[in-house]
C-alpha cells in the first residue's frame, strides 16, 4: 500500500509548504529577531490602540486623534532621510539597540503618567513626538537590517514577508488584548505591558552573532543625502513605486486613526469592538503576508501591487457604506490584504533592486514614504471627519487608493522594461526565457 507522498494534501506536502513559507528562519540570527520582535510588536498594538482610545477619550475630538497621528509620525517625513544616510555609515544592529531602548522608556513613562492619574492630552502628543523622532531612525535601520541577518540572498523577499506576517499578525492580536485590557485595568497597563515587551526584543539582538562589515566610506551627510536622493528618485521603477505608496500612505492609510469613531459612534460599541475592527485588518493582513511569503520569486510582483491596491480601495469604500459590524469586519479583512499586499511587494522590489551601499538611504525614503507622509494624510483626515464626517472621509480615500492603482498600472509596462537588466545580472531571469519579465 503507498502513502501518498506526492498526494495533495498529504502531510509531507504541508510540511514542505509550511517549510518553504517560514524558510528565512532556517537563519539563526532572523529567526532571533522573528521571535523577540514578535512579543514587542504585540505590545505595540496593545499601546496603539489603548493610546488612541485615550486621545479620544480624553477630548472627544477627531481633530486630536489626527493631530496625534500627524504629531507621531511627521519626525518620519523630517528625519528620515538624514537617518538612511547613518544607516549606511553606522552600525545597524547598535542603531536598533538603541531606538528599542529608548522605545522601551517611553512606553514606561507613558505608564507611569496615566497609572499615577497624570496624565494629560499634551504629555502624550510630546511621548508620541519623542517615540516619533525615535522611529525615524528605526524603521530604516529595521528594514536594511534584514540583509544582514538572511545569508542567502534568495531568502530575503521571504524574510521581507515574514517581516509583514509579523508585524499584522500582531495587528490581529493585539488590539484585541488590548480592547479587553482597556474595559478592565485601563490604559496605564497597557502602556506598562508594552514597555516591559520590548525586554524581548532587546535580548534577542544582545544574542545575535552579526559579523562586522567593512564601514562604509564617510562622506559628507549632504553629498550622501543627495546621492541617495538622486538615486533613489532618477530610477524610474524606485521613483514611481516610492511615489505610489506615498499616495497610498496619504490617502488610505489615515483611515486607521479614526476607528475609534467608527467602533463608538458608527458602531456603537466601546473598546472591545474597536479591538474587533482592528484585529479584522490584521487578520486579511496576515492572510496578505502568508500569501506573499509562499511566493518564491519576485516576478509578477507589479501585477500583484495594482491588484492589491485596487482591493485596498474597495475596501475602504465599502466600510464607509456599512452600519453593521459583521459587515464592516468582513470589509477590514479585505482592506488588511490589499493594503498588507501592496506595502510589502513594494519593499520585496525595491530590496531586491537597490544596490547594497545606498541599501538605507532607499529604505529611509520607503519610511518616508510609508510612515512620513502618513503624519499629513493623518491630519487631513482629521480635519475632513470633523466637517464631513469620518464615513465621508474614508470613502473618499478609497476613491483615490482606485485612481492611484488605475494610474500606477498604466506605467507598468515601462517599469518591467527598466527592472529587466537588474533581474538578468542578478539571475532572477534568464536571457533566454525573456517572456518571463512579463509577469514582473
Not at 552600525?91 to 538603541?98: D, P, Q
Not at 531568502?155 to 499584522?168: G, Q, T
Not at 538605507?360 to 502618513?374: E, L
Not at 487608493?401 to 539571475?427: D, E, N, Q, T, V
Amino acid at each position: 500500500m503507498r502513502t501518498g507522498t506526492k498526494s495533495n494534501g498529504s502531510p509531507s506536502n504541508v510540511s514542505l509548504s509550511l517549510r518553504g513559507i517560514f524558510r528565512a528562519l532556517s537563519h539563526r540570527n532572523y529567526r532571533l529577531f522573528f521571535g523577540g520582535q514578535g512579543l514587542s510588536l504585540i505590545g505595540t498594538w496593545v499601546q496603539v490602540i489603548a493610546m488612541s482610545w485615550l486621545v479620544y477619550r480624553l477630548t472627544h475630538s477627531a481633530f486630536l486623534l489626527g493631530m496625534t497621528g500627524f504629531v507621531g509620525q511627521i519626525p518620519t517625513f523630517l528625519f528620515a532621510p538624514l537617518a538612511g544616510v547613518l544607516v549606511d555609515r553606522w552600525n545597524r544592529h547598535h542603531i536598533l539597540l538603541v531606538t528599542q531602548t529608548l522605545s522601551m522608556m517611553q512606553a514606561l513613562l507613558l505608564a507611569a503618567l496615566d497609572l499615577t492619574a497624570t496624565i494629560r492630552v499634551w504629555h502624550v502628543m510630546v511621548l508620541v513626538l519623542l517615540l516619533g523622532m525615535v522611529n525615524a531612525f528605526d524603521a530604516p535601520a529595521r528594514q536594511a537590517f534584514v540583509v544582514e541577518m538572511v545569508e542567502k540572498r534568495e531568502d530575503l523577499p521571504n524574510a521581507i514577508a515574514l517581516n509583514s506576517f509579523l508585524f499584522n499578525g500582531a495587528r490581529l492580536v493585539g488590539p484585541s488584548i488590548g480592547g479587553i485590557l482597556i474595559s478592565i485595568v485601563g490604559e496605564g497597563t497597557c502602556f506598562l505591558l508594552n514597555g516591559l515587551s520590548f525586554f524581548a526584543v532587546i535580548v534577542a539582538l544582545w544574542a545575535m552573532r552579526i559579523t562586522a562589515k567593512k564601514a562604509a566610506q564617510k562622506a559628507q551627510i549632504g553629498k550622501g543625502l543627495r546621492e541617495g536622493f538622486e538615486y533613489a528618485f532618477g530610477f524610474a521603477p524606485i521613483r514611481f513605486i516610492l511615489l505610489f505608496l506615498g499616495l497610498i500612505s496619504l490617502a488610505g492609510m489615515p483611515y486607521m486613526i479614526l476607528m475609534p469613531i467608527f467602533a463608538k459612534d458608527v458602531l456603537h460599541g466601546g473598546p472591545q469592538t474597536l479591538g474587533f475592527l482592528m484585529a479584522a485588518t490584521g487578520m486579511g493582513a496576515v492572510a496578505g503576508a502568508l500569501f506573499l511569503a509562499s511566493r518564491k520569486s519576485v516576478l509578477g510582483l507589479g501585477r500583484v501591487i495594482v491588484i492589491a491596491s485596487g482591493i485596498f480601495g474597495t475596501g475602504l469604500i465599502a466600510f464607509s457604506l456599512s452600519h453593521v459590524l459583521w459587515l464592516s469586519l468582513l470589509m477590514l479583512v479585505l482592506t488588511g490584504l490589499g493594503m498588507m499586499i501592496q506595502m510589502a511587494s513594494s519593499n520585496t522590489i525595491l530590496q531586491t533592486i537597490v544596490e547594497d551601499d545606498k541599501r538605507g538611504r532607499v529604505m529611509s525614503f520607503y519610511t518616508m514614504s510609508f510612515m512620513g507622509v502618513a503624519p499629513f494624510g493623518s491630519l487631513l483626515a482629521g480635519s475632513l471627519a470633523e466637517a464631513i464626517g469620518a464615513p465621508n472621509t474614508v470613502r473618499i480615500a478609497g476613491i483615490s487608493c482606485l485612481l492611484g492603482s488605475y494610474l500606477f498600472a498604466r506605467r507598468l509596462p515601462l517599469l518591467r522594461g527598466m527592472i529587466r537588466p537588474i533581474y538578468l545580472r542578478k539571475g532572477i531571469i534568464l536571457e533566454e526565457s525573456p517572456q518571463r519579465i512579463i509577469e514582473n
